[in-house]
């Protein structure tokens, strides 16, 4: 992934403001800020699912191990 320095911020920075003009800048940074925060809450929200889901398969593969040790240890009583 390309590493984006400070004089490239800047470059940006100022061909922003050199297009929109000095009285648009600010309003696009407060949309653009918002349209982030936006993603991340739903990233963050879709992480929260998907850890949630793991969790839950996790739990039934624990219990489905402890029946399957159950199962064994009561065969095992019953052949000695």
């Known amino acids: 992934m390309p590493q984006i320095g400070w004089l490239e911020i800047l470059a940006i920075v100022i ?3 050199l297009v929109l003009g000095p ?3 600010p309003i696009a940074l407060k949309k653009i800020g918002s349209y982030f925060g936006k993603l991340k809450n739903t990233l963050s929200s879709f992480q929260r699912e ?3 889901v793991t969790e839950s398969v996790d739990i039934e593969k624990d219990i489905t ?3 399957i040790t159950k199962e064994n240890k009561d065969k095992e009583k019953e052949n000695e």
Do not use: C, G, L, M
């Open 15 to 17: 061909i922003a403001i």
């Open 23 to 25: 009285k648009e800048f």
């Open 50 to 52: 998907v850890n949630s």
């Open 65 to 67: 191990k402890e029946n």
